[in-house]
């Protein structure tokens, strides 16, 4: 209290000729502001020791203390990968203003939930688990870890925000890599915008351009050796065959209500899953993740941009929002039963976060090959394997949805299909 009176001295003095009573009813303005912004109740509360609504009075814009200095050197890492001075700043902004607002490195995610770090690793053992991780949690390791597990987000950001203001940069990292929901992304982008242009003031954003080759060249070997080093390995194994035809073949025997993870794959039950797939990180050879990670995410995303004709990778949304997200973007539309090929949105563990899968093959009974990433104790972040995935035989989908399957349960409910709008690769 003593600090705020000191800094509106000539505020108080100005209203004190204004007479007792104008003093006194400032004077109760003052304890009404300082009660209510201590007592507020909001979706983001517990999520700073301060008053965030400014978007950037928290402690990392105080010269000397430690979120300055990680602050400062989380946007001297941006501006060395080639991004300018807006860019960094609008990625300082998103962790400043809502993400991490303390700049701690190894924060656990605020209000509970399996995040953690600076970008809020989902779960943070994404972070602890990738091939760049050192696990020490450091502002450049973390850093590397992003460029790492999705280098075609930081390749979009970086193209669509070459002339944006460091607030625009602030809402377009929000939407491509935090991927926040809705609710979050309406209360908090305006805090993320404050932050990404104090920190562009504080940092000196306005003297640095961006770098096009040095990001360039980051981005696109990011994941350089996660196939090419799996191909090369004279121990590894292939899942690949002339795949067949939806809607015939019939189910190899003794596959039914089991899980395999890529490397386990019967032979009997190869010749029906996709034409093309992605590797997996056991020894098995395929092609590259575009969006490299642990998450049913991260699989779909990655084998429908090798498997689909004229697609790319893509950033948004959980599991529960695939289907929607690739008819954004114009590479699939919907289909009203499950074919080959298509990529699939259900209700997952969670029906607010989901869960995605790509349908390997209809077989003549209906029966559905399912293709997936983090069935626990198969594959993905839930066993810390990053990079892998598995396949179960599913029964044939009837009346709309999959309900009480074994292994499964209910997590398969409500399911919604998107098929390839431009067609499949074969």
Not at 88 to 93: K, P
Request: glycine share 12%; with cysteine.
């Amino acid at each position: 209290m003593k600090k705020w009176i000191k800094t509106h001295s000539k505020l108080l003095v100005l209203c004190s000729i204004g007479g007792l009573g104008g003093f006194l009813i400032i004077l109760v303005a003052i304890f009404t502001v300082l009660f209510f912004s201590n007592n507020r109740c909001s979706d983001n509360a517990g999520t700073s020791d301060t008053d965030i609504s400014s978007g950037f009075t928290g402690s990392w814009t105080t010269q000397g203390t430690e979120a300055y200095k990680n602050a400062k050197a989380t946007f001297e890492f941006w501006v060395s990968k080639g991004m300018s001075g807006a860019q960094a700043a609008g990625i300082v902004g998103n962790i400043g203003g809502a993400e991490d607002t303390g700049f701690v490195l190894d924060q656990k995610e605020i209000g509970g939930g399996s995040g953690g770090g600076l970008y809020q690793f989902t779960p943070y053992t994404k972070y602890l688990n990738d091939k760049k991780s050192d696990k020490s949690w450091s502002v450049v390791n973390q850093g590397e870890v992003v460029m790492s597990l999705e280098p075609q987000t930081v390749s979009s950001f970086f193209s669509k925000t070459k002339n944006s203001s460091p607030g625009d940069a602030a809402t377009d990292w929000m939407n491509l890599y935090e991927r926040p929901s809705e609710k979050a992304r309406a209360a908090t982008n305006n805090m993320r915008r404050s932050a990404a242009e104090k920190a562009y003031e504080l940092f000196g954003g306005a003297n640095i351009s961006a770098k096009d080759s040095l990001l360039g060249d980051v981005t696109e070997t990011s994941d350089v050796g996660v196939t090419s080093d799996l191909q090369n390995d004279s121990k590894t194994c292939s899942v690949s065959s002339d795949s067949a035809s939806d809607g015939t073949g019939e189910v190899p025997k003794g596959v039914r209500d089991k899980i395999y993870a890529a490397n386990e794959i019967p032979d009997s039950l190869k010749p029906y899953l996709l034409p093309i797939n992605v590797s997996d990180a056991r020894g098995v050879s395929g092609k590259g993740w575009s969006h490299p990670g642990g998450q049913c995410v991260d699989y779909v995303v990655s084998e429908a941009t090798v498997l689909w004709n004229n697609t790319q990778s893509w950033s948004l949304g959980n599991g529960v929002d695939q289907v929607n997200s690739a008819i954004k973007f114009g590479y699939a539309v919907k289909d009203d039963k499950p074919h080959k090929g298509d990529l699939v949105s259900c209700d997952g563990t969670d029906p607010s976060i989901g869960h995605t899968w790509m349908v390997g093959h209809v077989f003549a009974d209906g029966s559905v090959l399912l293709q997936e990433q983090n069935y626990p104790g198969k594959s993905g972040d839930d066993m810390g394997a990053p990079l892998t995935w598995d396949v179960a035989v599913l029964p044939p989908y009837k009346d709309g949805a999959w309900a009480n399957l074994p292994n499964y349960g209910a997590t398969l409910n409500h399911p919604v299909f998107a098929k390839p709008a431009h067609g499949m690769k074969k």
